[in-house]
């Protein structure tokens, strides 16, 4: 598991890498419809209070997008409500 987010990880770095052909990116994509989604439990072997502070960090920033803000809010209000459970 540790490897295929490796994997997955540098997939999409190369995505994002202006070097790399638009051919290439094509191919990217496919293969990295391969990888289960990544993200989706890499958040549940951290510590929730350091999840919970790094989102509340980033509905503060400037640079991040307003459609990403109105999504964290939302994981912002779940998290509490799990670390306020245990």
């Known amino acids: 598991m540790a490897e295929d987010r490796r994997v997955a990880g540098g997939i999409k770095a190369a995505?994002?890498?202006?070097?790399?052909s638009e051919s290439t990116k094509r191919d990217l994509e496919k293969r990295l419809e391969e990888y289960?989604?990544?993200t989706a439990d890499a958040d549940a072997n951290k510590n929730p209070g350091n999840v919970l502070g790094g989102k509340k960090a980033?509905?503060?920033?400037?640079?991040?997008?307003p459609e990403t803000k109105e999504r964290l809010q939302g994981e912002v209000a779940e998290l509490e409500r799990e670390i306020q459970g245990e």
């Open 15 to 20: 995505l994002h890498n202006d070097n790399v």
């Open 58 to 65: 980033a509905l503060k920033n400037d640079n991040v997008k």
């Open 36 to 38: 289960p989604d990544t």
